[in-house]
């Protein structure tokens, strides 16, 4: 990885190495205690096999008691004498993220809007952008027993603070993107969700323009390209907004990947509230450019990449960590 590093651009100065008595996750309890000190960026474990009970203490020992960026590696990866560049450049490139690096992006010609993703899974998720290139992110997740707007309201007004102190005034425009929201909770989404987007801007007596996208990824939706060969998949960015779309919403399908093996599952996208004004092939090329920005993949995922942030972090926090992470950890994206 030392050697790699220069090829990269990076420079990554030698480890220091801790070999450990056992496998025991007590012990790797009491390494952590010991070794992780304030000069540390970032821990690495090569672990000899996969167990979730160990991935969950070193997880919840590295983002609540110790803050530090960790990654966990299972020494059969690297096994493979063949690939075995390829795969440390993959695990040094993840490490990179993970220090608050920005591996690649795509252009936006705005300035000043701010970029959000919304999931829930076990825990509320909120993933916001930090800087007009939409590479730097702060993100944060909780618990929530009452009404999500709670939590909503909450996280908004973070991000917002956290925007106003990179960047020295508050955003332009605001785009949040919801994942998870089925069409019957739309009115309820409304109602309760985006009224705490909007009060939190009345709050800090903003003329901030917001647009609330909903992400339907489990649809049975399925689009085809008809040829001289007959129907095929269609090509990624293909946007589908008219004849089999909603008579009274604004939505659209987007097929962003392209899949060589069944049918490709295209994404409906739904504009609950809207009062930037955007067209509606604005609104299409920008999720589109963000399905290119998931710094786990070189290619386009299914959703956008706040979203999937946000799928990350509700998944790790609520799976494993079962308690918020530490706020020295909220710009990094440490969940990946």
């Known amino acids: 990885m030392c050697r790699l590093g220069g090829v990269m651009g990076c420079r990554i100065a030698q480890p220091r190495l801790v070999r450990l008595v056992d496998d025991r996750t007590d012990t790797y309890m009491s390494a952590c205690r010991e070794h992780i000190t304030k000069d540390?960026?970032?821990?690495?474990?090569?672990?000899?096999?996969?167990?979730?009970?160990?991935?969950?203490?070193i997880k919840k020992m590295c983002c609540t008691q110790i803050p530090v960026a960790s990654q966990v590696i299972n020494s059969r990866t690297l096994s493979n004498p063949q690939k075995?560049?390829?795969?440390?450049?993959?695990?040094?490139?993840q490490m990179t993220c993970k220090l608050g690096g920005t591996l690649w992006t795509v252009?936006?010609?705005f300035k000043g809007w701010m970029?959000?993703?919304?999931?829930?899974?076990?825990?509320?998720?909120a993933v916001a952008s930090l800087n007009e290139s939409i590479s730097r992110w702060y993100s944060l997740a909780m618990f929530q027993e009452k009404e999500l707007g709670d939590f909503y309201k909450f996280a908004f007004t973070k991000a917002l603070e956290k925007w106003k102190n990179e960047n020295g005034?508050?955003?332009?425009?605001?785009?949040?993107i919801r994942d998870?929201?089925?069409?019957?909770?739309?009115?309820?989404?409304?109602?309760?969700?985006?009224?705490?987007?909007?009060?939190?801007?009345?709050?800090?007596?903003?003329?901030?323009?917001?647009?609330?996208?909903?992400?339907?990824?489990?649809?049975?939706t399925r689009i085809f390209a008809l040829d001289r060969e007959g129907a095929s998949n269609p090509p990624p960015g293909t946007v589908l907004d008219h004849t089999v779309t909603r008579r009274y919403l604004q939505d659209f399908f987007l097929v962003p990947q392209n899949v060589r093996?069944?049918?490709?599952?295209?994404?409906?996208?739904v504009v609950l509230h809207d009062t930037c004004n955007l067209k509606p092939g604005q609104v299409q090329r920008l999720c589109y450019k963000l399905c290119h920005l998931y710094y786990n993949w070189p290619g386009t995922i299914r959703c956008p990449r706040p979203c999937q942030y946000a799928h990350k972090l509700a998944q790790l926090v609520g799976q494993y960590i079962k308690k918020a992470p530490s706020s020295a950890l909220a710009d990094k994206l440490f969940y990946l």
């Open 180 to 220: 998870g929201v089925s069409d019957g909770q739309f009115e309820q989404c409304r109602r309760y969700e985006i009224e705490q987007f909007e009060t939190c801007l009345r709050q800090f007596d903003l003329d901030t323009k917001l647009l609330f996208i909903v992400v339907q990824k489990r649809i049975n």
């Open 115 to 125: 970029i959000c993703g919304i999931d829930v899974y076990h825990v509320c998720a």
């Open 40 to 57: 540390i960026q970032i821990v690495v474990f090569i672990c000899p096999s996969v167990r979730s009970d160990r991935y969950s203490v």
């Open 84 to 93: 075995v560049r390829s795969i440390i450049q993959k695990i040094a490139l």
């Open 169 to 176: 005034v508050f955003p332009s425009k605001i785009v949040i």
């Open 261 to 269: 093996q069944g049918t490709v599952n295209p994404t409906h996208y």
């Open 107 to 109: 252009r936006f010609p």
